[in-house]
Protein backbone atom coordinates (compact mmCIF):
# COMPACT_ATOMS: atom_id res chain seq x y z
CA UNK A 1 0.00 0.00 0.00
CA UNK A 2 1.58 3.37 -0.67
CA UNK A 3 1.83 6.48 1.36
CA UNK A 4 -1.11 8.51 1.29
CA UNK A 5 -0.40 12.39 0.28
CA UNK A 6 -3.12 14.82 2.21
CA UNK A 7 -4.54 17.41 0.37
CA UNK A 8 -5.32 21.05 2.68
CA UNK A 9 -7.35 23.20 0.92
CA UNK A 10 -6.58 26.99 2.03
CA UNK A 11 -8.89 28.66 -0.68
CA UNK A 12 -11.33 29.94 1.78
CA UNK A 13 -8.20 31.38 3.83
CA UNK A 14 -5.22 32.24 2.21
CA UNK A 15 -7.03 32.32 -1.08
CA UNK A 16 -9.28 34.60 0.01
CA UNK A 17 -6.79 37.09 1.38
CA UNK A 18 -6.20 38.16 -2.30
CA UNK A 19 -6.95 41.55 -2.61
CA UNK A 20 -10.54 41.72 -4.67
CA UNK A 21 -11.70 38.01 -3.38
CA UNK A 22 -13.40 38.16 -0.62
CA UNK A 23 -16.54 36.06 -0.23
CA UNK A 24 -19.49 35.90 2.16
CA UNK A 25 -20.81 33.23 3.96
CA UNK A 26 -22.54 31.95 1.91
CA UNK A 27 -20.32 31.70 -0.81
CA UNK A 28 -17.46 30.07 1.37
CA UNK A 29 -20.21 27.23 2.11
CA UNK A 30 -20.58 26.67 -1.09
CA UNK A 31 -17.28 26.19 -2.01
CA UNK A 32 -17.01 24.12 1.16
CA UNK A 33 -19.23 21.75 0.19
CA UNK A 34 -17.68 21.66 -3.59
CA UNK A 35 -14.70 21.00 -1.61
CA UNK A 36 -15.82 17.93 0.50
CA UNK A 37 -17.54 16.81 -2.87
CA UNK A 38 -14.02 17.24 -4.14
CA UNK A 39 -12.58 14.92 -1.11
CA UNK A 40 -10.37 17.48 0.14
CA UNK A 41 -8.70 16.01 3.62
CA UNK A 42 -8.51 19.64 5.49
CA UNK A 43 -10.46 22.86 4.64
CA UNK A 44 -8.83 25.50 6.26
CA UNK A 45 -11.82 27.55 6.22
CA UNK A 46 -10.77 30.79 7.75
CA UNK A 47 -8.97 32.57 10.02
CA UNK A 48 -11.96 32.93 12.87
CA UNK A 49 -10.16 35.28 14.80
CA UNK A 50 -10.04 38.22 12.39
CA UNK A 51 -13.46 39.31 11.99
CA UNK A 52 -16.83 37.93 13.41
CA UNK A 53 -17.81 37.46 9.63
CA UNK A 54 -14.83 34.77 9.70
CA UNK A 55 -15.70 33.45 12.89
CA UNK A 56 -19.09 32.77 11.49
CA UNK A 57 -17.81 31.31 8.18
CA UNK A 58 -15.32 28.55 9.91
CA UNK A 59 -18.32 27.83 12.64
CA UNK A 60 -20.82 27.42 9.76
CA UNK A 61 -18.86 24.92 7.58
CA UNK A 62 -17.87 23.04 10.47
CA UNK A 63 -21.29 22.60 11.32
CA UNK A 64 -21.92 21.80 7.35
CA UNK A 65 -19.44 19.96 6.48
CA UNK A 66 -18.93 15.84 7.55
CA UNK A 67 -16.01 14.58 5.78
CA UNK A 68 -13.34 16.49 5.49
CA UNK A 69 -11.28 18.27 8.25
CA UNK A 70 -12.40 21.65 9.16
CA UNK A 71 -9.29 23.88 10.16
CA UNK A 72 -9.03 27.55 11.38
CA UNK A 73 -5.84 29.11 10.92
CA UNK A 74 -4.98 31.78 14.35
CA UNK A 75 -1.79 33.31 15.14
CA UNK A 76 0.12 31.89 18.36
CA UNK A 77 -1.91 33.50 21.16
CA UNK A 78 -4.72 32.16 23.58
CA UNK A 79 -7.26 34.74 22.48
CA UNK A 80 -6.85 33.55 18.64
CA UNK A 81 -6.60 30.20 19.44
CA UNK A 82 -9.74 30.25 21.97
CA UNK A 83 -11.58 31.58 19.41
CA UNK A 84 -10.51 29.22 16.40
CA UNK A 85 -11.96 26.17 18.93
CA UNK A 86 -15.03 27.72 19.41
CA UNK A 87 -15.80 28.20 16.04
CA UNK A 88 -14.85 24.71 15.48
CA UNK A 89 -17.01 23.16 18.20
CA UNK A 90 -19.81 21.90 15.02
CA UNK A 91 -16.73 19.69 13.75
CA UNK A 92 -16.42 16.35 12.88
CA UNK A 93 -13.13 16.51 12.63
CA UNK A 94 -11.27 19.81 13.57
CA UNK A 95 -7.83 21.67 13.52
CA UNK A 96 -5.96 24.01 14.54
CA UNK A 97 -3.51 25.73 12.75
CA UNK A 98 -1.49 27.98 14.75
CA UNK A 99 1.45 30.34 13.17
CA UNK A 100 3.95 32.45 14.27
CA UNK A 101 7.41 34.12 12.00
CA UNK A 102 10.54 32.72 12.48
CA UNK A 103 12.71 34.41 10.01
CA UNK A 104 14.80 36.94 11.58
CA UNK A 105 13.81 39.91 9.19
CA UNK A 106 9.85 38.97 10.67
CA UNK A 107 11.05 38.94 14.12
CA UNK A 108 13.24 42.21 13.93
CA UNK A 109 10.95 43.84 12.08
CA UNK A 110 7.54 43.08 11.91
CA UNK A 111 7.37 41.11 16.01
CA UNK A 112 9.80 43.18 17.36
CA UNK A 113 10.26 39.85 19.46
CA UNK A 114 13.58 38.17 20.53
CA UNK A 115 13.82 34.55 18.98
CA UNK A 116 13.78 33.38 22.64
CA UNK A 117 10.18 34.99 22.94
CA UNK A 118 9.37 33.41 19.64
CA UNK A 119 10.23 30.12 20.78
CA UNK A 120 8.26 30.23 24.28
CA UNK A 121 5.23 32.07 22.42
CA UNK A 122 5.24 28.94 19.79
CA UNK A 123 5.64 26.68 22.51
CA UNK A 124 2.75 27.93 24.67
CA UNK A 125 0.51 28.62 22.04
CA UNK A 126 1.05 24.76 20.79
CA UNK A 127 0.68 23.68 24.05
CA UNK A 128 -2.44 25.65 24.51
CA UNK A 129 -3.89 24.25 21.35
CA UNK A 130 -3.27 20.73 22.11
CA UNK A 131 -5.19 21.22 25.09
CA UNK A 132 -8.41 22.24 23.07
CA UNK A 133 -8.25 20.08 19.94
CA UNK A 134 -6.43 16.81 19.26
CA UNK A 135 -5.21 17.95 15.75
CA UNK A 136 -2.96 20.88 15.83
CA UNK A 137 -0.98 22.27 13.17
CA UNK A 138 1.69 24.81 13.50
CA UNK A 139 3.55 27.05 10.93
CA UNK A 140 6.66 29.25 11.05
CA UNK A 141 6.08 31.95 9.17
CA UNK A 142 8.43 32.98 6.51
CA UNK A 143 10.04 29.47 7.66
CA UNK A 144 11.84 29.13 4.29
CA UNK A 145 14.19 31.89 4.94
CA UNK A 146 14.44 31.00 8.58
CA UNK A 147 17.77 30.37 10.47
CA UNK A 148 17.78 25.78 9.94
CA UNK A 149 19.51 25.93 13.53
CA UNK A 150 16.66 28.32 15.03
CA UNK A 151 13.83 26.30 13.09
CA UNK A 152 15.09 23.21 14.17
CA UNK A 153 15.16 23.99 17.44
CA UNK A 154 11.61 25.48 17.82
CA UNK A 155 10.01 22.81 15.52
CA UNK A 156 11.13 20.37 17.92
CA UNK A 157 10.05 21.77 20.81
CA UNK A 158 6.62 22.45 19.54
CA UNK A 159 6.15 18.98 18.25
CA UNK A 160 7.03 18.12 21.82
CA UNK A 161 4.06 19.88 22.88
CA UNK A 162 2.02 17.97 20.65
CA UNK A 163 2.14 19.54 17.34
CA UNK A 164 0.40 16.95 14.49
CA UNK A 165 1.36 18.49 11.75
CA UNK A 166 4.56 20.49 11.06
CA UNK A 167 3.88 22.71 8.13
CA UNK A 168 6.82 24.75 6.46
CA UNK A 169 5.99 27.88 4.58
CA UNK A 170 7.74 29.52 1.79
CA UNK A 171 5.58 32.48 2.37
CA UNK A 172 7.22 35.01 -0.16
CA UNK A 173 7.83 32.46 -2.83
CA UNK A 174 11.70 32.27 -2.92
CA UNK A 175 12.41 29.02 -3.09
CA UNK A 176 13.65 26.88 -5.85
CA UNK A 177 12.81 23.21 -5.73
CA UNK A 178 15.74 20.69 -5.41
CA UNK A 179 17.06 23.81 -2.10
CA UNK A 180 12.95 23.72 -0.51
CA UNK A 181 12.96 20.17 -1.17
CA UNK A 182 16.55 19.19 0.64
CA UNK A 183 15.35 22.05 3.38
CA UNK A 184 12.53 19.95 4.59
CA UNK A 185 14.66 16.91 4.10
CA UNK A 186 17.10 18.50 6.60
CA UNK A 187 14.69 19.72 9.20
CA UNK A 188 13.19 16.06 9.22
CA UNK A 189 16.45 14.15 9.50
CA UNK A 190 17.89 16.97 12.43
CA UNK A 191 14.97 17.04 14.58
CA UNK A 192 15.33 13.79 16.74
CA UNK A 193 11.28 13.79 17.02
CA UNK A 194 10.27 14.93 13.40
CA UNK A 195 9.01 11.90 13.07
CA UNK A 196 6.04 12.03 15.83
CA UNK A 197 4.70 15.06 13.16
CA UNK A 198 3.37 14.91 9.53
CA UNK A 199 5.66 17.28 7.54
CA UNK A 200 3.38 19.75 5.31
CA UNK A 201 4.78 22.42 2.25
CA UNK A 202 2.78 25.65 1.84
CA UNK A 203 4.30 27.66 -0.99
CA UNK A 204 3.60 30.92 -3.03
CA UNK A 205 3.67 31.51 -6.73
CA UNK A 206 5.94 35.24 -6.68
CA UNK A 207 8.69 33.30 -8.80
CA UNK A 208 5.91 30.71 -10.65
CA UNK A 209 7.75 27.68 -8.67
CA UNK A 210 4.73 26.84 -6.22
CA UNK A 211 3.63 23.88 -7.30
CA UNK A 212 6.88 22.84 -8.53
CA UNK A 213 8.22 23.43 -4.93
CA UNK A 214 5.65 21.62 -3.34
CA UNK A 215 6.50 18.49 -5.23
CA UNK A 216 10.20 18.94 -4.49
CA UNK A 217 9.01 18.90 -0.64
CA UNK A 218 7.30 15.96 -1.41
CA UNK A 219 9.39 13.90 -3.33
CA UNK A 220 12.73 14.84 -1.84
CA UNK A 221 11.88 16.13 1.28
CA UNK A 222 9.20 13.30 2.32
CA UNK A 223 6.30 15.64 3.03
CA UNK A 224 2.99 13.54 3.64
CA UNK A 225 1.02 17.19 3.22
CA UNK A 226 0.44 19.59 0.64
CA UNK A 227 -1.33 23.21 1.31
CA UNK A 228 -2.79 24.26 -2.16
CA UNK A 229 -5.85 26.32 -3.70
CA UNK A 230 -8.01 25.79 -6.44
CA UNK A 231 -6.87 28.09 -9.27
CA UNK A 232 -3.97 29.00 -7.21
CA UNK A 233 -5.67 31.76 -5.67
CA UNK A 234 -4.04 33.07 -2.98
CA UNK A 235 -1.95 36.38 -2.36
CA UNK A 236 0.42 38.07 -5.23
CA UNK A 237 1.23 35.48 -7.34
CA UNK A 238 -0.98 33.43 -5.49
CA UNK A 239 -0.74 29.80 -3.90
CA UNK A 240 0.31 26.20 -5.10
CA UNK A 241 -2.53 25.25 -7.14
CA UNK A 242 -4.31 21.90 -6.20
CA UNK A 243 -5.28 20.72 -9.72
CA UNK A 244 -2.30 20.76 -10.69
CA UNK A 245 -0.61 19.27 -7.54
CA UNK A 246 -3.31 16.54 -7.42
CA UNK A 247 -3.03 15.87 -11.54
CA UNK A 248 0.98 15.21 -11.27
CA UNK A 249 0.90 13.25 -8.40
CA UNK A 250 -2.25 11.72 -9.72
CA UNK A 251 -0.37 10.95 -13.25
CA UNK A 252 2.98 10.34 -12.46
CA UNK A 253 2.03 7.87 -9.51
CA UNK A 254 4.91 5.70 -11.70
CA UNK A 255 7.46 8.59 -9.68
CA UNK A 256 6.01 9.53 -6.81
CA UNK A 257 4.16 6.46 -5.55
CA UNK A 258 1.44 8.35 -3.56
CA UNK A 259 -2.21 7.84 -2.95
CA UNK A 260 -4.41 10.76 -3.08
CA UNK A 261 -8.25 10.72 -1.93
CA UNK A 262 -9.26 13.36 -4.30
CA UNK A 263 -11.95 12.70 -6.49
CA UNK A 264 -10.12 14.53 -9.77
CA UNK A 265 -14.16 14.49 -11.42
CA UNK A 266 -14.81 17.64 -9.49
CA UNK A 267 -11.72 19.92 -10.10
CA UNK A 268 -13.43 21.35 -12.91
CA UNK A 269 -16.74 22.09 -10.92
CA UNK A 270 -14.80 23.53 -8.03
CA UNK A 271 -12.32 25.40 -10.28
CA UNK A 272 -15.30 27.36 -12.27
CA UNK A 273 -17.14 27.61 -8.75
CA UNK A 274 -14.25 29.68 -7.29
CA UNK A 275 -13.42 31.67 -10.55
CA UNK A 276 -17.05 32.42 -10.56
CA UNK A 277 -17.27 33.82 -7.12
CA UNK A 278 -14.15 35.85 -7.11
CA UNK A 279 -14.24 37.35 -10.32
CA UNK A 280 -10.74 35.85 -10.89
CA UNK A 281 -10.85 34.23 -14.43
CA UNK A 282 -8.53 30.87 -15.42
CA UNK A 283 -6.59 31.76 -17.85
CA UNK A 284 -6.80 29.98 -21.44
CA UNK A 285 -3.99 27.60 -21.27
CA UNK A 286 -3.77 27.56 -17.39
CA UNK A 287 -3.20 23.46 -16.77
CA UNK A 288 -6.01 20.98 -16.04
CA UNK A 289 -8.79 23.60 -15.67
CA UNK A 290 -7.89 26.08 -18.71
CA UNK A 291 -10.59 26.07 -21.66
CA UNK A 292 -7.88 24.82 -23.86
CA UNK A 293 -5.95 22.71 -21.51
CA UNK A 294 -7.55 19.36 -23.52
CA UNK A 295 -8.19 21.76 -27.06
CA UNK A 296 -5.50 20.25 -29.98
CA UNK A 297 -5.89 23.31 -32.64
CA UNK A 298 -3.03 21.76 -34.89
CA UNK A 299 -3.77 19.53 -37.39
CA UNK A 300 -0.79 17.23 -36.78
CA UNK A 301 -2.01 16.89 -33.27
CA UNK A 302 -5.71 16.44 -33.74
CA UNK A 303 -4.69 13.99 -36.25
CA UNK A 304 -2.55 12.05 -33.49
CA UNK A 305 -5.26 12.28 -31.03
CA UNK A 306 -7.87 10.57 -33.23
CA UNK A 307 -5.55 7.62 -33.93
CA UNK A 308 -4.57 7.27 -30.34
CA UNK A 309 -5.41 9.68 -27.66
CA UNK A 310 -2.23 9.12 -25.61
CA UNK A 311 -0.14 10.15 -28.59
CA UNK A 312 -0.66 13.94 -27.16
CA UNK A 313 -2.87 13.77 -24.42
CA UNK A 314 -1.28 12.43 -20.87
CA UNK A 315 -4.57 13.00 -19.22
CA UNK A 316 -7.81 12.40 -19.72
CA UNK A 317 -10.31 15.48 -20.06
CA UNK A 318 -13.38 13.52 -17.96
CA UNK A 319 -11.19 12.39 -15.32
CA UNK A 320 -11.00 16.41 -13.89
CA UNK A 321 -14.71 17.23 -15.46
CA UNK A 322 -14.28 18.02 -18.84
CA UNK A 323 -17.31 15.51 -19.41
CA UNK A 324 -19.75 18.46 -17.69
CA UNK A 325 -20.02 19.93 -21.22
CA UNK A 326 -23.22 18.37 -22.59
CA UNK A 327 -26.84 19.08 -23.00
CA UNK A 328 -28.62 18.22 -19.97
CA UNK A 329 -32.15 19.56 -19.94
CA UNK A 330 -34.27 21.85 -22.34
CA UNK A 331 -37.61 23.79 -22.90
CA UNK A 332 -39.49 20.80 -22.10
CA UNK A 333 -37.91 19.73 -18.84
CA UNK A 334 -40.18 19.35 -15.76
CA UNK A 335 -39.74 20.53 -11.97
CA UNK A 336 -38.58 17.43 -10.71
CA UNK A 337 -35.78 17.30 -13.47
CA UNK A 338 -34.64 20.63 -12.80
CA UNK A 339 -34.54 19.51 -8.89
CA UNK A 340 -32.73 16.28 -9.46
CA UNK A 341 -29.76 17.86 -12.03
CA UNK A 342 -29.18 20.56 -8.99
CA UNK A 343 -29.16 17.45 -6.48
CA UNK A 344 -26.66 15.98 -9.32
CA UNK A 345 -24.59 18.80 -9.70
CA UNK A 346 -24.35 19.33 -5.89
CA UNK A 347 -26.23 22.66 -5.84
CA UNK A 348 -27.82 23.16 -2.42
CA UNK A 349 -30.93 25.39 -2.51
CA UNK A 350 -32.26 26.82 0.99
CA UNK A 351 -35.95 26.06 0.18
CA UNK A 352 -38.46 25.50 -2.07
CA UNK A 353 -39.15 29.29 -2.50
CA UNK A 354 -35.41 29.11 -4.21
CA UNK A 355 -35.86 26.39 -6.29
CA UNK A 356 -39.57 27.50 -7.61
CA UNK A 357 -36.98 31.08 -8.28
CA UNK A 358 -34.48 28.71 -9.91
CA UNK A 359 -37.03 26.81 -11.58
CA UNK A 360 -38.59 29.98 -13.30
CA UNK A 361 -35.30 31.11 -14.44
CA UNK A 362 -34.72 28.32 -15.96
CA UNK A 363 -38.00 28.11 -17.97
CA UNK A 364 -36.74 31.90 -19.04
CA UNK A 365 -33.60 30.73 -20.14
CA UNK A 366 -34.71 27.90 -21.78
CA UNK A 367 -37.18 29.75 -24.12
CA UNK A 368 -34.24 31.97 -25.28
CA UNK A 369 -31.66 29.87 -25.42
CA UNK A 370 -32.26 26.09 -27.36
CA UNK A 371 -29.60 24.06 -25.85
CA UNK A 372 -29.13 24.12 -21.71
CA UNK A 373 -25.77 23.41 -20.70
CA UNK A 374 -24.72 22.31 -16.89
CA UNK A 375 -22.55 25.68 -16.53
CA UNK A 376 -25.41 27.55 -17.53
CA UNK A 377 -27.60 25.63 -14.27
CA UNK A 378 -24.72 26.25 -12.01
CA UNK A 379 -24.63 30.15 -13.57
CA UNK A 380 -28.25 30.37 -12.90
CA UNK A 381 -28.36 28.78 -9.31
CA UNK A 382 -25.15 30.86 -8.22
CA UNK A 383 -24.85 33.86 -5.86
CA UNK A 384 -26.60 36.80 -7.17
CA UNK A 385 -29.03 34.91 -10.14
CA UNK A 386 -31.40 33.11 -7.28
CA UNK A 387 -33.69 36.12 -5.78
CA UNK A 388 -33.59 35.93 -1.96
CA UNK A 389 -36.18 37.84 0.10
CA UNK A 390 -33.59 39.23 1.96
CA UNK A 391 -32.19 41.16 -1.14
CA UNK A 392 -32.44 44.86 -1.37
CA UNK A 393 -31.68 45.74 -5.39
CA UNK A 394 -33.61 42.95 -7.87
CA UNK A 395 -33.42 43.40 -11.47
CA UNK A 396 -36.69 43.51 -13.34
CA UNK A 397 -35.97 44.70 -16.83
CA UNK A 398 -33.90 46.70 -19.18
CA UNK A 399 -33.81 48.41 -22.32
CA UNK A 400 -30.89 50.21 -23.92
CA UNK A 401 -30.57 51.91 -27.61
CA UNK A 402 -27.01 51.70 -29.41
CA UNK A 403 -26.35 52.95 -32.89
CA UNK A 404 -22.87 53.56 -34.67
CA UNK A 405 -22.57 57.70 -34.04
CA UNK A 406 -24.94 57.81 -31.24
CA UNK A 407 -24.27 57.94 -27.66
CA UNK A 408 -25.61 54.80 -25.84
CA UNK A 409 -28.75 55.55 -23.80
CA UNK A 410 -30.16 52.74 -21.46
CA UNK A 411 -33.32 52.51 -18.80
CA UNK A 412 -32.76 50.01 -16.08
CA UNK A 413 -36.24 49.07 -13.72
CA UNK A 414 -35.36 46.79 -10.44
CA UNK A 415 -36.40 47.06 -6.90
CA UNK A 416 -35.36 48.84 -4.01
CA UNK A 417 -37.09 46.68 -1.23
CA UNK A 418 -39.41 45.40 -3.15
CA UNK A 419 -40.42 48.58 -4.63
CA UNK A 420 -40.08 49.35 -8.25
CA UNK A 421 -37.48 52.35 -10.00
CA UNK A 422 -36.03 53.54 -12.90
CA UNK A 423 -33.13 54.85 -13.89
CA UNK A 424 -31.61 56.11 -17.06
CA UNK A 425 -28.13 57.25 -18.01
CA UNK A 426 -26.50 57.80 -21.38
CA UNK A 427 -22.92 56.38 -21.36
CA UNK A 428 -19.60 55.24 -23.32
CA UNK A 429 -21.76 52.00 -24.47
CA UNK A 430 -24.52 50.61 -23.53
CA UNK A 431 -23.17 48.75 -20.29
CA UNK A 432 -21.43 51.90 -19.02
CA UNK A 433 -25.35 53.41 -19.98
CA UNK A 434 -26.68 50.89 -17.99
CA UNK A 435 -24.89 50.77 -14.71
CA UNK A 436 -24.59 54.59 -14.90
CA UNK A 437 -28.71 54.14 -14.95
CA UNK A 438 -28.74 52.20 -12.06
CA UNK A 439 -26.29 54.65 -9.86
CA UNK A 440 -27.96 57.09 -11.30
CA UNK A 441 -30.95 56.09 -8.81
CA UNK A 442 -29.09 54.25 -6.15
CA UNK A 443 -26.12 56.96 -5.94
CA UNK A 444 -24.04 54.47 -4.31
CA UNK A 445 -20.44 56.62 -4.83
CA UNK A 446 -18.86 52.77 -5.00
CA UNK A 447 -15.84 52.75 -7.16
CA UNK A 448 -15.41 49.72 -9.68
CA UNK A 449 -12.07 47.93 -9.49
CA UNK A 450 -12.64 45.11 -12.26
CA UNK A 451 -15.84 44.21 -15.11
CA UNK A 452 -15.08 41.18 -16.97
CA UNK A 453 -17.37 38.81 -19.00
CA UNK A 454 -16.78 35.86 -19.76
CA UNK A 455 -18.85 33.24 -22.16
CA UNK A 456 -20.42 30.39 -19.97
CA UNK A 457 -20.38 27.55 -22.88
CA UNK A 458 -18.04 29.03 -25.61
CA UNK A 459 -20.18 30.20 -28.62
CA UNK A 460 -22.15 33.17 -29.13
CA UNK A 461 -25.10 31.34 -28.08
CA UNK A 462 -23.89 31.00 -24.43
CA UNK A 463 -24.99 32.98 -21.46
CA UNK A 464 -22.54 35.97 -20.76
CA UNK A 465 -21.40 35.57 -17.11
CA UNK A 466 -20.00 39.30 -16.08
CA UNK A 467 -18.10 40.00 -12.58
CA UNK A 468 -18.13 43.69 -11.31
CA UNK A 469 -15.56 44.22 -8.37
CA UNK A 470 -16.78 47.42 -6.59
CA UNK A 471 -14.77 49.20 -3.52
CA UNK A 472 -16.59 51.10 -1.09
CA UNK A 473 -15.17 52.96 2.50
CA UNK A 474 -12.52 50.06 1.91
CA UNK A 475 -14.47 47.72 1.28
CA UNK A 476 -14.30 44.80 -1.88
CA UNK A 477 -17.48 43.31 -2.76
CA UNK A 478 -17.46 40.66 -6.28
CA UNK A 479 -21.23 41.40 -8.03
CA UNK A 480 -21.77 38.24 -10.36
CA UNK A 481 -24.44 37.89 -12.95
CA UNK A 482 -25.61 35.90 -16.13
CA UNK A 483 -27.94 36.54 -18.66
CA UNK A 484 -27.49 35.22 -23.16
CA UNK A 485 -27.76 39.15 -22.99
CA UNK A 486 -24.46 40.19 -21.61
CA UNK A 487 -26.37 44.36 -20.81
CA UNK A 488 -28.30 42.40 -18.93
CA UNK A 489 -26.01 40.36 -17.06
CA UNK A 490 -23.79 43.44 -16.19
CA UNK A 491 -26.91 45.16 -14.66
CA UNK A 492 -27.88 41.91 -12.58
CA UNK A 493 -24.00 42.04 -11.30
CA UNK A 494 -23.86 45.40 -10.69
CA UNK A 495 -27.14 45.16 -8.61
CA UNK A 496 -25.42 41.64 -6.80
CA UNK A 497 -22.43 43.79 -5.71
CA UNK A 498 -24.62 46.54 -4.58
CA UNK A 499 -26.47 44.04 -2.12
CA UNK A 500 -23.16 42.54 -1.18
CA UNK A 501 -22.36 46.44 -0.18
CA UNK A 502 -25.29 46.79 1.42
CA UNK A 503 -25.56 43.70 3.20
CA UNK A 504 -24.44 43.84 7.19
CA UNK A 505 -23.11 40.18 7.35
CA UNK A 506 -20.74 40.66 4.36
CA UNK A 507 -19.96 44.27 5.64
CA UNK A 508 -18.19 42.27 8.18
CA UNK A 509 -16.66 39.13 5.92
CA UNK A 510 -15.26 41.75 3.39
CA UNK A 511 -12.00 42.44 2.98
CA UNK A 512 -10.81 46.43 4.91
O1 LIG B 1 2.30 31.88 3.69
C1 LIG B 1 2.28 31.72 4.91
O2 LIG B 1 3.28 31.81 5.61
C2 LIG B 1 1.00 31.41 5.52
C3 LIG B 1 1.05 30.94 6.93
C4 LIG B 1 0.07 31.64 7.77
C5 LIG B 1 0.88 29.46 6.96
O3 LIG B 1 -0.03 31.45 4.88
ZN1 LIG C 1 0.44 31.44 2.71
Not at 391 to 403: D, G, K, P, W
Request: with cysteine; proline share 2%; net charge negative.
Amino acid sequence: MADKLIIFDTTLRDGEQSPGASMNKDEKLRIARQLERLRVDVIEAGFAASSNGDFEAVQCIANAIKDSTICSLSRANDRDISRAAEALKGANSARIHTFIATSALHMEKKLRMTPDQVFEQAKLAVRFARNLVGDVEFSPEDGYRSDVDFLCRILEAVISEGATTINVPDTVGYAVPELYGHFIKTLRERIPNSDKAIWSVHCHNDLGMAVANSLAGVKIGGARQVECTINGLGERAGNCSLEEVVMAIKTRRDYFGLELNIDTKQILAASRMVSQTTGFVVQPNKAVVGANAFAHASGIHQDGVLKARDTYEIMRAEDVGWTTNKIVLGKLSGRNAFKLRLQELGVQMESEAEINSAFAKFKELADRKSEIFDEDILALTSEGSVTHDKEQYCFVSLSQHSETGERPQATVVFTVDGKEVKGSSDGNGPVDASLKAIEAHVKSGAEMVLYSVNAISGSTESQGEVTVRLQSSGRVVNGVGADPDIVVASAKAYLNALNKLHNKADRVAAQG
